[in-house]
């Protein structure tokens, strides 16, 4: 790894939507805890054409709309760090002038520069993939991809394995995998990362963390927002492509990944690697997909995705897969996931549900049957339920003894022993997460990135499932706004005597 602080940052798609909503509020917040190097100088470029200042005032907006007031502190010294330069990324003009600015932006330790102690320059890519290519070849050409030049890019990084290929080798052609830092937000968020903390720094779980105990597991990742405005985006996407492909398989890959040595980039993506390379494509009764129609989330009625869109369309809005790890350790243990848009509530959670305890010492009482069967007494296997958002709560219910004299019987009941992480770790605020993924951009640690191969094993195995998809002219089933996807859902689990945690 470039072992170096960036001190210039380069945001190309400045004004776009991501940069409003979350690069350029996740900046000023950690400017306000004094987290950024303080000779951070930031620089936007966009098509629009718009001075330092009108990005200043831009950026202002964008504040106060999308981070809380209590975390605007340093609101003006943030501001002072932007500039901005107008750029057409389609052209190669253009990119000279764009790298006079960032020179310029540290014209103020042009000393340090000659002495070779400053920093270094990392690129934020949040533009359309169509630029990819051209931007790339844009910075060739001004210079802008030397040895201490990062380049992070954000999704979508194609549509399949071959235009993600694509994208990949382009940028490779300028920055070694070591120098490029590819985005899942999902990465960023503190539950995510949790999950490795519960994992590994806890001896309780690793031992029963596969086949033996484990029956099965869930994952959800539900949000009540509809197309939002990403019309065109969203209708060439899909929940499979949009959803799965990038959050959801990074999601499984950690809690299905064996131990790594340490938590180190190469570690973390080469256990993640070995799972996402281990999964079975999915045959097409193994998949669900749906699309919303007209209904009602929160008592507020909602259009159908076809009247969002003006037109007909067979893109899934909702998909549930029973996915499979062929490996030693998950042999025999499904992953249902399960994700998408105008459902009930905006949840994203893990269900590990545990085995049956393989004898019942309270079947065959007085309250229970001489088959050996816990029926009656109450008896359920143990899960573990980890709420990446809203909640962040960790619940694992296990079963206690209902008090009482026991008559007719001893009676069991789940209970749960629950820890809620905000309540465990009072006064820390919860972050962006874009917030830690932009620091590890200007430090230049990649643990929460992802590596090529990561990125290509997960499209080989949408790809398997799309064309799958194909073959069988799966279209959508129509389901309400506001229900959980079409009943076909229901049906993938239920199936396997199982129900989807609600
Ligand atoms: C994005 C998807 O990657 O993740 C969106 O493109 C989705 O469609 C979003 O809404 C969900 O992110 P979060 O952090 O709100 O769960």
Redesign the pocket.
Known sequence: MTAFAADKLLLFGATGDLSRRKLLPSLCALDADGLLPENLAIIGTARSDMDDATFREMARASLEEFLPAERRGGMATFLNRLSYQQLDASSIEGFETLAEKVAQAGAAKGDEEEAGTSGGLAIFLSTAPSLFGPTIAGLEHAGLTGERVRMCLE?PLGTDLGSSAEINDAVASAFSEDRIFRID??LGKETVQNLLALRFANILFEPIWNSNVIEHVQIT?A?T?GLEGRVAF?DDAGALR??VQ??MLQLLALVAMEPPTSFDATAVRDEKVKVLRALRPPQANETVTGQYRAGAIDRKAVPGYDEELGKDSNTETFTAIKAHVDNWRWKGVPFYLRTGKRLPERV?EILVQFRCVPHSIFAGGKGGTASGTSAGTGLQPNSLLIGI?PDEDITLSLMAKVPGLDENGVRLREVPLQIKMPDAFVGQHRRI?YERLLLDLIKGDQTLFVRRDEVEAQWEWVDAIRSEWEAHGVTPKPYNAGNWGPSAAIALTERDGVSWHE
């Open positions: 999704k937000h999902y990742v949000e927002v969203y949009d959803m990038n959050h994203t958002q997460a």
